[in-house]
């Protein structure tokens, strides 16, 4: 691949990681919308737990830290529910009772998470703090963001081969065999 000119970044990463078809996932790895191409990342359960608590923790000290304005302030508190939020309810989907449930929770993350990122970018639109500052956190959020969506897409896949299966088999009840 030395030498090689790629005419997108897409067709770049495609041919680093092997030229997955765009549609198909590879396994422990993450559809990013936003780039249209896979990436590499397995995270197991107890990583993300502390990925959240960390992103929690930094969002903990960002509201600590920011101007005593009525805005800032407002904003703040609502970027403080619910960022710390997102690992609360991860861990509530992790010792969900059912595929439902877990799913039910795992949306519940991924609205948080997405609620954050509004947040964030409030605080940086409305000049309370440079882009700058917070371009790490927006994208450790935006991680999480894709990492839950592809966990619940993945989920419901299996739920539909499930299903699928299931009605595909024949029962004949006065069967021995």
Known sequence: ????????????????LGRFDSDTPPPNRFWILDF?????????ENEFKDRTKQIALRVIRLV????KTTSAQIIGK??????TS??????AACR?????DVMHKLSIVEEEADESLYWLELLVEANIISENKLASLIQDTNEIVAMTVSSIKTLRIKRLANQQI????????????
Do not use: H
């Open 78 to 83: 609502q970027l403080l529910r619910a960022a």
């Open 1 to 16: 691949m030395t030498g090689t000119v790629f005419k997108t970044v897409c067709e770049a990463v495609r041919a680093v």
């Open 36 to 44: 249209g191409f896979w990436i590499d990342f397995t995270v197991n």
């Open 86 to 91: 997102v690992g609360a309810n991860y861990r």
């Open 166 to 177: 299931d009605q595909s088999k024949i029962q004949n009840l006065k069967s021995k065999i």
């Open 64 to 67: 600590e830290a920011l101007p």
């Open 96 to 100: 969900g009772k059912s595929e439902a």
